[in-house]
């Protein structure tokens, strides 16, 4: 059973994500900036970091 607590996280990462896809949305003829969407979702110069890191070892064909 979710804890009310659980609950209201969920609902604002959600509300993050949402900010996220209609910035894409808005912007499709311009490329992605991780660094940017980051921003837009509020995350943490640490989560930030580990995006990047992931980003680059997709590109790269390596596992994140």
Do not use: T
Not at 26 to 40: Q, T, V
Not at 57 to 64: F, L, Q, T
């Amino acid at each position: 059973m979710l804890a009310m607590n659980d609950i209201g996280h969920r609902a604002r990462y959600a509300a993050r994500l949402a900010r996220v896809l209609d910035h894409i949305y808005d912007h499709l003829d311009e490329p992605l900036d991780i660094e940017r969407l980051a921003g837009i979702a509020c995350l943490s110069p640490y989560v930030q970091r580990r995006l990047r890191h992931a980003a680059r070892a997709v590109s790269e064909g390596r596992d994140a």
